[in-house]
């Protein structure tokens, strides 16, 4: 018998490294078909399920976006395949959550399949943020956890939310540029323009050895000012007042595949493990 596991799991590996070529070469259909037959193979490796799920995902997006560029409305078959692949997607996630639930990046995975589709999906904000903390809970040193969960409540409009958790995350990396950038966007968009402008000051002196970087908050800068000098003028009374290099390019935390907003939206699966508690007391739990 272990003779027997041995030799399905290193088959398996073989027909997923393919996968993973075919997929370096965005050949969507036989990545699919390769994933497909990995998982038959050994189906007990919640890193195949976690790639099936984005390459789902992925075609998803795709088929969506084919029928956009063209200017057609989607087919009744399109639709059921765009269905069919979002199912896949969420169930590769769960699986992979549920082989493997300790795993912070298979909560990371499902909660990024759910976040592309909130609008889309009925209850994809609450399950995004369930599964956003259950990775947190598994990981709450990482300042990247609260900067995803801070970009879903950014991405719903709460914003003080959104503050709160960018601000967990400058907490545990204070030249962290990156979580003092989403904070600007946050509390700019919350209307604190002087605290946005303190925060994006602050973003540029820690990418000063970063040329790209810096063309790109001075762009965000010069475009706050002309807002503050617009709120100025509707409002006289406004008051309007040596670090490491960051090397991540700077970006408002946001969905990497987003899905449609749909009306009404399609029933979908929740989270197949019940999150954890978070010791970092990260709130609030929707």
């Given at each position: ?9 290193f088959l398996?590996d ?14 969507g ?21 976690r ?9 998803a ?26 199912q896949?997607?969420?169930?590769g996630?769960?699986?992979a ?60 409009g ?35 323009f ?16 970063n ?6 908050i ?53 989270p ?14 929707p």
């Open positions: 018998m272990p003779v027997y596991f041995a030799t399905r799991f398996s073989i027909t997923f490294q393919n996968a993973l070529v075919a997929a370096s070469k965005n050949q259909l036989q990545t699919y078909d390769l994933e497909v037959k990995a998982i038959n193979i050994f189906p007990y490796r919640d890193a195949y399920y790639a099936f799920s984005q390459t789902n995902l992925t075609l997006s795709l088929l969506v976006s084919q029928q956009k560029n063209t200017n057609n409305k989607l087919s009744e078959q399109v639709q059921k395949n765009i269905l069919t692949l979002i896949q997607s969420i169930n996630g769960r699986t959550t549920t082989l493997a639930p300790l795993t912070t990046f298979n909560w990371n995975n499902l909660s990024s399949i759910y976040r592309s589709l909130i609008g889309f999906g009925q209850n994809a904000d609450k399950f995004t943020l369930l599964t956003s903390q259950q990775a947190i809970a598994l990981d709450p040193n990482n300042p990247q956890q609260y900067i995803d969960f801070g970009g879903v409540y950014y991405q719903l709460q914003y003080d939310d959104a503050i709160r958790q960018f601000e967990f995350a400058i907490s545990l990396k204070n030249d962290y540029a990156n979580a003092y950038y989403n904070l600007g966007h946050a509390l700019e968009m919350k209307g604190d002087t605290s946005a402008m303190t925060a994006y000051q602050t973003v540029k002196n820690l990418v000063a050895n040329p790209g970087n810096v063309q790109k001075t762009a965000d800068i010069d475009a706050l000012k002309t807002k503050i000098g617009k709120a100025a003028n509707e409002n006289p009374t406004t008051n309007v007042s040596n670090t490491q290099q960051e090397q991540q390019p700077l970006s408002v935390n946001k969905s990497a595949t987003q899905l449609p907003e749909r009306k009404p939206p399609v029933e979908i699966p929740g197949s493990v019940s999150p954890i508690p978070s010791p970092t007391g990260v709130s609030p739990t």
